[in-house]
């Protein structure tokens, strides 16, 4: 499965739009980019996920880029309810394990 | 609808001790999972089941660890001989049907190996 990479640890402030990139420069062509994110001690929690045209739902947006190597997940109003640590995970569709990674961990202040 | 559920929430045990760790899918989803996520870290895969059959079990770290699925719903994961390092959050998800599908997530059972 590709490898993804994100940036440790961001800021947002709160009401501002929170933009949260990933890269996935391996992908390939049958391999969906998935958003998770996992609040203080509760289970990872479904987002959004994409093959290539750009996603959204009440949750977030979910851009892709044309060549697929990169996405961004943006949470359009940010609250502090949103702060959390932020999967990007890349999986076939043929294949069901989730590879986590270390995430982004979003604060969002006041 | 409910949501997965997990118990218990939390579990303190000694090293040695056997433990096991149950798993309530959402009402209809075939597919199960177990995730483990150690202090730091993301949470990496143990065991797929479809049904009542492991379908992928290539996460198990040894055969210290074993789950069961008897009925196509309820799954328990046994930690037999527990170490220290076992202690981790064990996370269950859940899905639809093939596999393939959105996973949804319980809140976890956090184990302590003494």
């Known amino acids: 499965d590709a490898k993804t990479t994100q940036p440790p640890s961001m800021d947002c402030a709160e009401g501002r739009a929170a933009n949260l990139p990933c890269n996935h420069s391996t992908i390939s062509g049958n391999e969906y980019v998935y958003w998770y994110r996992q609040i203080h001690s509760q289970g990872p929690q479904y987002i959004i996920h994409g093959l290539k045209n750009n996603e959204t739902n009440e949750m977030a947006s979910l851009i892709i880029t044309e060549d697929r190597k990169s996405s961004t997940l943006i949470l359009p109003h940010a609250t502090l309810r949103d702060t959390a640590v932020y999967y990007c995970i890349v999986k076939p569709n043929s294949g069901y394990a989730l590879n986590f990674g270390k995430g982004t961990s979003l604060l969002v202040t006041p | 609808g409910a949501g997965v559920s997990q118990t218990p929430s939390n579990k303190v045990t000694e090293k040695g001790k056997y433990v096991e760790l149950r798993c309530d899918p959402i009402?209809?989803?075939?597919?199960l999972y177990w995730y483990r996520q150690s202090l730091g870290q993301g949470p990496e895969f143990l065991i797929y089941f479809q049904g009542t059959g492991a379908a992928d079990d290539s996460g198990l770290p040894n055969d210290r660890f074993f789950a069961v699925r008897p009925e196509g719903s309820v799954s328990t994961l046994k930690i037999q001989r527990t170490e220290r390092g076992d202690s981790a959050v064990y996370l269950c998800?859940?899905?639809?049907?093939?596999?393939?599908?959105?996973?949804?997530f319980g809140p976890g059972t956090r184990l302590l190996v003494l």
């Open positions: 998800a859940s899905s639809l049907g093939t596999g393939q599908e959105t996973q949804y």
């Open positions: 009402s209809g989803h075939t597919a």
